[in-house]
């Protein structure tokens, strides 16, 4: 099985941008955490492949956290990347499957409808003490129409964004990947011409990545052949969460919660959204994260 990786590439002699990535294990490893049905794990791993390549636009240190609220069956998620490929999210209702009854997508899973109508929200924490969140309206809930819009509106950047996750029978993840096309201020108009020509009538990503694509090949096939590579990053969905980070959480707790969990629970169990990983704190913890904050 391919490896996950992301490239970030100039093409059409550096008057656009383009990102592509293969996601496939991190969309599983995402999907085995959560139990999503297949059109949760499309619609999470849809996310998470976007926030992959938007992470590589931000410095070290800095990161985003996209957030999906809609007003279908799903509900909400979230995803957080940085620039070194890290990926995490959740999804408020993993257990979604909607597929298309009728039409040309009949029989695919029907994402826009499982995320229905809401807004996009990007909020990037540069490393400084104020965040800066920016949001758009969900245009189709099928995460790339969505983002192309919020591209175009939000950070005044015309973009093309295509992104798939396939599937399988018994659930797992066939094929997961994406692309990110951004013009640059000093693109020549037949230049754009070409490229919404070569988007209109590109293959589903997923379907290539399943075949055997690369993403240097799906990056040619974006590019006619003009492609500059700038840089190739491995991704995969990471959570970082400790015990020392809980305990900092358990502290801010007020007076009072804190006390019932001391005295009336004897112990706190916390389970990370991310990773569903759990931890314990013991009546003697509790006691010595509410003696420290004194």
């Known amino acids: 099985m391919m490896k996950d990786y992301a490239l970030i590439a100039y093409a059409y002699d550096k008057t656009v941008r383009i990102y592509v990535a293969t996601s496939t294990n991190l969309v599983e490893k995402a999907r085995k955490i959560h139990e999503t049905w297949p059109t949760a794990t499309a619609a999470l791993g849809r996310t998470l492949t976007v926030s992959a390549m938007m992470g590589m636009m931000y410095k070290e240190g800095e990161r985003i956290t996209l957030r999906i609220k809609g007003d279908g069956p799903i509900g909400s998620i979230l995803v957080e990347s940085n620039p070194l490929g890290e990926v995490r999210g959740e999804i408020q209702n993993p257990n979604v499957y909607i597929k298309y009854e009728t039409g040309p997508k009949k029989g695919k899973l029907n994402v826009g409808e499982a995320i229905g109508k809401g807004f996009l929200h990007?909020?990037?924490?540069?490393?400084?003490?104020?965040?800066?969140?920016?949001?758009?309206?969900?245009?189709?809930?099928?995460?790339?129409?969505?983002?192309?819009?919020?591209?175009?509106?939000?950070?005044?950047?015309?973009?093309?964004?295509?992104?798939?996750?396939?599937?399988?029978?018994?659930?797992?993840?066939?094929?997961?990947?994406?692309?990110?096309?951004?013009?640059?201020?000093?693109?020549?108009?037949?230049?754009?011409?070409?490229?919404?020509?070569?988007?209109?009538?590109?293959?589903?990503?997923?379907?290539?990545?399943?075949?055997?694509?690369?993403?240097?090949?799906?990056?040619?096939?974006?590019?006619?052949?003009?492609?500059?590579?700038?840089?190739?990053?491995?991704?995969?969905?990471?959570?970082?969460?400790?015990?020392?980070?809980?305990?900092?959480?358990?502290?801010?707790?007020?007076?009072?919660?804190?006390?019932?969990?001391?005295?009336?629970?004897?112990?706190?169990?916390?389970?990370?959204?991310?990773?569903?990983?759990?931890?314990?704190?013991?009546?003697?913890?509790?006691?010595?994260?509410?003696?420290?904050?004194?």
């Open 122 to 294: 990007v909020t990037k924490d540069l490393g400084m003490k104020d965040f800066f969140t920016s949001s758009s309206e969900l245009q189709t809930g099928e995460v790339g129409d969505d983002f192309t819009y919020y591209f175009a509106v939000s950070e005044q950047t015309p973009s093309s964004v295509g992104v798939g996750v396939l599937v399988n029978v018994d659930q797992s993840v066939l094929a997961s990947g994406g692309y990110i096309l951004q013009l640059m201020p000093n693109v020549k108009e037949e230049t754009i011409q070409k490229i919404e020509k070569t988007v209109a009538e590109f293959p589903p990503v997923s379907s290539l990545i399943q075949t055997g694509k690369t993403p240097e090949e799906i990056l040619h096939m974006l590019s006619d052949g003009t492609e500059e590579i700038l840089k190739r990053q491995s991704i995969d969905y990471v959570c970082h969460c400790s015990k020392d980070g809980f305990a900092r959480s358990l502290s801010a707790l007020d007076q009072e919660t804190l006390q019932t969990l001391i005295h009336e629970d004897g112990q706190a169990e916390i389970e990370c959204h991310f990773c569903r990983k759990k931890y314990i704190f013991t009546k003697n913890e509790l006691v010595q994260i509410e003696k420290n904050r004194k």
